[in-house]
Nanobody
Framework: QVQLVESGGGLVQAGGSLRLSCAASGRTFSSYAMGWFRQAPGKEREFVAAINWTGGNTYYADSVKGRFTISRDNDKNTVYVQMNSLKPEDTAVYYC????????????????????WGQGTQVTVSS
C-alpha cells in the first residue's frame, strides 16, 4: 500500500514557475513508476509526465514538453514536477500516481494503469 500526498500548488502569473512535490509513504517507493496527471473543470484527467523507478527514463505530454521536468528522489520518497513558463491553460488540479509493476513508459499515459493516487493540488495560472 502506498499513500501519496501532493503539495506545492498555488496561484502564479503566466510565465511563472511552480514545483509540485508528491511524498509517498511506504518502504517500496523506489520500485514504483510514477506519473503526474491534471484535470481541469469539465475535462477528463490528462497525462502530464511519467518517470520510471530509477528516474532514468521520463516521458511527457506534448503540451508540457520543454516546460515541465519530472524527477524523483528515492531517498526522500518524493517525486517532483518542475513547471516553468506556465500558461493559463495549465490551470488544473494536479495529481500524482504510482504504478507497482513495469510497463513501457510510453504506456503510462492512461490513468487506469496506475494503482495509487494522491488527493491533488490546485494550480491556477492567471493571464
Amino acid at each position: 500500500q502506498v499513500q501519496l500526498v501532493e503539495s506545492g500548488g498555488g496561484l502564479v502569473q503566466a510565465g511563472g514557475s511552480l514545483r509540485l512535490s508528491c511524498a509517498a509513504s511506504g518502504r517500496t517507493f523506489s520500485s514504483y513508476a510514477m506519473g503526474w496527471f491534471r484535470q481541469a473543470p469539465g475535462k477528463e484527467r490528462e497525462f502530464v509526465a511519467a518517470i520510471n523507478w530509477t528516474g532514468g527514463n521520463t516521458y511527457y505530454a506534448d503540451s508540457v514538453k520543454g516546460r515541465f521536468t519530472i524527477s524523483r528522489d528515492n531517498d526522500k520518497n518524493t517525486v517532483y514536477v518542475q513547471m516553468n513558463s506556465l500558461k493559463p491553460e495549465d490551470t488544473a488540479v494536479y495529481y500524482c500516481a504510482a504504478r507497482s509493476s513495469g510497463i513501457p513508459i510510453a504506456a503510462m499515459t492512461v490513468p487506469s494503469r496506475y494503482d495509487y493516487w494522491g488527493q491533488g493540488t490546485q494550480v491556477t495560472v492567471s493571464s
